[in-house]
C-alpha cells in the first residue's frame, strides 16, 4: 500500500542551525513527491516540488529512490520557518494524493 | 489573488444531526478535493471531483457522509447523522484540470466541525 511516513511529530532547532525533515514514502510505482507547510493561523500550501528541483525559502528536497526518502533541508533555520510541514505523494495519473502526518518545526531564537 | 473558500469555518453539532460544508474552488480549477483531517493527522482524501463527477470516492464512508458538485462549481459535504468520530477539520482544495495538471494543491481555511 501507498504510504507516507514523517517519523518525526516535533522538531526543534536553533535559529541558524541546520535543520532535516524526514519523509519516507513506499509507492511501486514512480512517485510525484510535495512539501506542503502551513504556518499559523494560514492555510495549507505548497512549498516545493521533487520535479522543479527547486529551492523555495532556502529549502531544498531530494527524492533518494534507493532510500525511498524524500527529506526536506535547509541549512540554515529562520524563526519565520516554525510551521507545520506535511510532506505528499501523488498516485500518478490520478493526482491523488497521499499526506504524511506532518512534522512541527520550531525554530528557537 | 483567487483563493478557495469555505464555509462555516466552524460549526458545533450534536451527534445524529445533520451537517453541510460549502466549498468554492478558485475560478477555472477543474479538480476538486474534500480532505479530512484530524487533530495530529494528515489529510485524508475523502472525495475528488474532476468537474461534476465523482473521481475517487472510496474513502468517503458513504452510509452517512455525501458531497455533490452539481454544476462542476462549488460543492457541498454532508454529513448525516454526525457522529462523535466525524469531530475534525475538513478541507476543500482545488487544481488545475488532470490534462494540465502541475500537481500543486490550492486550500481553503478549512471547517472545524465539533460533535458534541
Known amino acids: 500500500a501507498q504510504r507516507v511516513t514523517q517519523p518525526e511529530k516535533l522538531l526543534s532547532v536553533f535559529k541558524g542551525a541546520p535543520v532535516e525533515l524526514k519523509c519516507n514514502y513506499s509507492?511501486?510505482?514512480?512517485?510525484?513527491l510535495f512539501w506542503y507547510v502551513q504556518y499559523s493561523r494560514q492555510r495549507l500550501q505548497l512549498l516545493l516540488r521533487?520535479?522543479s528541483r527547486e529551492s523555495i525559502k532556502g529549502f531544498t528536497a531530494d527524492l533518494n529512490k534507493g532510500e525511498t526518502s524524500f527529506h526536506l533541508k535547509k541549512p540554515f533555520a529562520q524563526e519565520e520557518d516554525s510551521a507545520m510541514y506535511y510532506c505528499?505523494?501523488?498516485?500518478?495519473?490520478?493526482?491523488?494524493?497521499?499526506f504524511g502526518t506532518g512534522t512541527r518545526l520550531k525554530v528557537l531564537a | 489573488e483567487a483563493e478557495v473558500a469555505q464555509s462555516p469555518r466552524y460549526k458545533i453539532t450534536e451527534k445524529s444531526q445533520a451537517v453541510a460544508f460549502w466549498c468554492d474552488p478558485i475560478?477555472?480549477?477543474?479538480?476538486l478535493y474534500w480532505y479530512r483531517q484530524i487533530l495530529g493527522q494528515g489529510p485524508e482524501l475523502l472525495v475528488q471531483?474532476?468537474?461534476?463527477?465523482?473521481?475517487?470516492d472510496s474513502q468517503l464512508p458513504k452510509d452517512r457522509f455525501s458531497a455533490e458538485r452539481l454544476k462542476g462549481v462549488d460543492s457541498t459535504l454532508k454529513i448525516q447523522p454526525a457522529e462523535l468520530g466525524d469531530s475534525a477539520m475538513y478541507l476543500c482544495?482545488?487544481?488545475?484540470?488532470?490534462?494540465?495538471?502541475?500537481?500543486?494543491?490550492?486550500f481553503g481555511e478549512g471547517s472545524r466541525l465539533t460533535v458534541l
Open positions: 482544495a482545488s487544481s488545475r484540470g488532470l490534462a494540465e495538471n502541475t500537481g500543486e494543491l490550492f
Open positions: 509507492y511501486s510505482g514512480s512517485p510525484e
Open positions: 521533487h520535479i
Open positions: 505528499a505523494l501523488i498516485k500518478s495519473g490520478t493526482y491523488k494524493y497521499i
Open positions: 475560478s477555472g480549477h477543474a479538480t
Open positions: 471531483f474532476q468537474d461534476e463527477s465523482v473521481v475517487d
